[in-house]
């Protein structure tokens, strides 16, 4: 069988499908490290870098405050963790290298993303699904300070119910 450079397999002439996923990093202790552009234009452009040196397509990169989302497609010679480790070391690397300045202050300890990230994986990808993934994860992640202030103090003491998981 033949092997790209990272030890994976190339795909096959006899096979055809698709894997399609959506996925979340956050930065260690959720920092709000994307309010800074310089930082999400780097990471962006890596995230463009690495998917096209792995053969995979990235249909949309979008980024909250304290977390990207990342709908890559094409991705079937790749499993999900490889594909995390891929996507989080480069760009991980390539900030620290070239904005070790706009980093440094949103850093503590050695790493830059959290250990973990959320995936999902995803039908057939066309524009209507990027755009129905990104409103419903973007929606409520840029809200101004004063609605979050608002949120606070609206927010009931005590158990939590099914409802508070689905704004």
Known sequence: ?????FGEPLPSRHTMG??????QFTPKYRRKVFNDREIVRAC?????????ELGVTLYACEFGPDHVHL??????NYSLPKLAQHFKGSSSRALRRNLSEHVRQYEW???????GYFYESIGRMTTENVSFYIERQQ????IT?????EKQKVTR?????LGDFAS
């Open 145 to 149: 300070q004063a609605q979050s202030v």
């Open 109 to 115: 300890g050695e790493s830059f993303w959290s250990d």
């Open 157 to 161: 003491q005590g158990q939590t119910v």
């Open 71 to 76: 709908f890559i497609g094409n991705c079937k």
């Open 1 to 5: 069988m033949l092997e790209n450079k």
């Open 18 to 23: 698709g894997a399609n996923f959506h996925l």
């Open 139 to 142: 929606r409520k992640h840029w």
């Open 44 to 52: 962006k452009h890596e995230f463009e870098r690495k998917a096209s």
